[in-house]
């Protein structure tokens, strides 16, 4: 998921029975990471399509951003992780 340079905290109050279900499934990520891609999910709409495939643009962008090779070489004046995000933005309904 593309994560935004400066993040607001914010509480949510859950049943004890959806918190244990959810740090259960929460085991190989972050809980905060799962809570936030949920609510983002919701915020672009209930197309589960279309939110799985935002998503999928999102964490595309974070692995490219990630990748010290893609950030350190460049051409034409921009980076490759600048370029392949660049191009990946166009993809964003």
């Known amino acids: 998921m593309e994560t935004p340079k400066r993040m607001i905290p914010y ?8 918190y244990n279900k959810m740090k259960s499934a929460a085991v190989d990520r972050k809980a905060s990471a799962m809570v936030r891609d949920a ?4 915020i672009e709409g209930n197309d589960t399509y279309n939110s799985g495939y935002q998503k999928g643009i999102r964490d595309s962008v974070d692995i490219i951003r990630s990748n010290e090779g ?6 034409g004046n921009k980076t490759i992780a600048d ?11």
Do not use: C, N
């Open 83 to 93: 370029s392949i995000v660049s191009d990946l933005g166009m993809l964003r309904k």
């Open 70 to 75: 893609a950030r350190t070489i460049s051409y």
């Open 39 to 42: 609510i983002i999910m919701l």
């Open 11 to 18: 509480s949510v109050h859950l049943p004890e029975e959806i």
